[in-house]
Nanobody, 124 residues
Framework: QVQLVESGGGLVQAGGSLRLSCAAS????????MGWFRQAPGKDREFVAG????????YTADSVKGRFFISRDNAKKMVYLQMNSLKAEDTAVYYC?????????????????WGQGTQVTVSS
């Protein structure tokens, strides 16, 4: 089992950048596929980015491709989401998630463990 705590959210102007962090506790962190999701008011939770256990494979949603970058540091049990060129439509609560499935993809149902979320607000 793994516990996840996100940090780094806040208020930023459009065009700005933020880096979200996710601290994990528990064993065998490097065996988990990690993902970032977001949920805007009145909308479903949606996939943002994912990364394999060893960090060798990353994938991002088309809506953030080229602007958002996911990375991890297994020695520190950390996952990051670097968000650049932020837009008003990026405003949402951002969640870190972990999956025991090596081939976990973009579906919420594939991730068993979730953090409490961190708010990102982009002003236009």
């Amino acid at each position: 089992q793994v516990q996840l705590v996100e940090s780094g959210g806040g208020l930023v102007q459009a065009g700005g950048s933020l880096r979200l962090s996710c601290a994990a506790s528990g064993r065998a962190f490097s065996s988990y596929t990690m993902g970032w999701f977001r949920q805007a008011p009145g909308k479903d939770r949606e996939f943002v980015a994912g990364i394999s256990g060893n960090g060798g494979s990353t994938y991002t949603a088309d809506s953030v491709k080229g602007r958002f970058f996911i990375s991890r540091d297994n020695a520190k049990k950390m996952v990051y989401l670097q968000m650049n060129s932020l837009k008003a439509e990026d405003t949402a609560v951002y969640y870190c998630a972990a999956s025991t499935t090596m081939t976990a993809g973009r579906s919420v149902s594939e991730y068993a463990y979730w953090g409490q979320g961190t708010q990102v607000t982009v002003s236009s």
